[in-house]
Nanobody
Framework: VQLVESGGGSVQAGGSLRLSCAAS????????LAWFRQAPGKEREWVAR???????AYADSVKGRFTISKDSFKDILYLEMNALKPDDTAMYYC????????????????????WGQGTQVTVSS
């Protein structure tokens, strides 16, 4: 599985961006999909994910502002980001892991073994 992110950029606070993550090699429904981000000098943190059965979950810091979605036919994962804040500035990564038929409730980056190269999001005040 190869993941390629796009859609990052520089925006002012309050603005919006939509990130895309194109998957090749096939991320069937058994794959767990998520977005993470990493700011300079900070650890990588989980942002949003698809749980099993298509439900979604969000970090408290982005809840109500970010939306994760996917186009299963095109094999593209999205992250719609609204009301952006300077604290959202980071490199954003999409990630996937084979659930092995199990559940997708983990936010632990160490459990994800497929990663994109990242796309930079910079929010100015």
């Amino acid at each position: 599985v190869q993941l390629v992110e796009s859609g990052g950029g520089s925006v002012q606070a309050g603005g919006s961006l939509r990130l895309s993550c194109a998957a090749s090699g096939g991320t069937s429904n058994r794959y767990c999909l998520a977005w993470f981000r990493q700011a300079p000098g900070k650890e990588r943190e989980w942002v949003a994910r698809f749980n099993s059965f298509g439900a979604t979950a969000y970090a408290d810091s982005v809840k109500g502002r970010f939306t994760i979605s996917k186009d299963s036919f095109k094999d593209i994962l999205y992250l719609e980001m609204n009301a952006l804040k300077p604290d959202d500035t980071a490199m954003y990564y999409c990630a996937a892991r084979d659930s092995g038929g199990g559940f997708c409730y983990s936010s632990d980056a160490r459990r994800f073994n497929y990663w994109g190269q990242g796309t930079q999001v910079t929010v100015s005040s």
